[in-house]
């Protein structure tokens, strides 16, 4: 079956830090378009980053140069590490395949993992 | 700072047709930022509805439908079921980045 499924939610500090994981069954997340898509308590969605087949990576402005997407090719997972975590960054973190066929579209979700920021 | 727009609510009756939209503060939105529409429910994962402007996915009732008007996105839902009750959110594309809309919350009454 294809399906993602996200792990390392936690309870975390402001400042502190923490691994995602995202598992992917089915495909292999090196040949594809990855992204992290997160959601705030009783908030809208909010695009985080995104890796390609090739190595390039992008960042949304909020979590450029504290958050890092990467690639585990022998466990078949997409992570995002996040530094100097803040309150706001407390929401649903989902991962999510993209495809790229001369336009782009989401064609995959896992079902989230949460990550709670407090003081 | 790139922001995308939507409505943040809109009521329909069961059986009408309402049309949700989609702005982007860079100008028109054209099939260049490959929008899509997600629906989303309480407790759920967002599922795409449409890409690529006007495109379905094959779980996609044949009531929803997306078009680029008046330099937006659009999607529009003509005979609107109760089970549509839902989120609605527009992602756009500007090269490396995604962002999507504050999202709208379609309430069928």
């Known amino acids: 079956e294809v399906q993602l499924v996200e792990s390392g939610g936690d309870l975390v500090q402001p400042g502190g830090s923490l691994r995602l994981s995202c598992a992917a069954s089915?495909?292999?997340?090196?040949?594809?378009?990855m992204s992290w898509v997160r959601q705030a308590p009783g908030k809208g969605l909010e695009w985080v980053s995104v890796?390609?087949?090739?190595?390039?990576?992008y960042y949304a402005d909020s979590v450029r140069g504290r958050f890092t997407i990467s690639r585990d090719n022998s466990k078949n997972t997409l992570n995002l590490q996040m530094n100097k975590l803040r309150v706001e960054d407390t929401a649903l973190y989902y991962c999510?395949?993209?495809?790229?066929?001369?336009?782009?579209?989401?064609?995959?979700w896992g079902r989230g993992t949460l990550v709670t920021v407090f003081s | 700072q790139t922001v995308v727009t939507q409505e943040p609510s809109l009521t329909v009756s069961p059986g009408g047709t309402v049309t949700l939209t989609c702005a982007s503060s860079?100008?028109?939105?054209?099939?260049?930022?490959?929008p899509s529409w997600f629906q989303q429910k309480p407790g759920q994962a967002p599922r795409t509805l449409i890409y690529?402007?006007?495109n379905k996915q094959f779980w996609t009732p044949a009531r929803f439908s997306g078009s680029l008007l008046g330099g937006k996105a659009a999607l529009t839902l003509s005979g609107v079921q109760p089970e549509d009750e839902a989120d609605y959110y527009c992602?756009?594309?500007?090269?490396?980045?995604?962002?999507f809309g504050g999202g709208t919350k379609l309430t069928v009454l």
């Open positions: 890796i390609y087949p090739g190595g390039s990576t």
């Open positions: 860079t100008g028109a939105v054209t099939s260049d930022y490959s």
């Open positions: 999510a395949r993209e495809e790229w066929l001369g336009y782009w579209y989401f064609d995959l």
């Open positions: 089915g495909f292999t997340v090196s040949t594809n378009y």
């Open positions: 690529s402007v006007s």
């Open positions: 992602l756009l594309y500007y090269g490396g980045t995604r962002v």
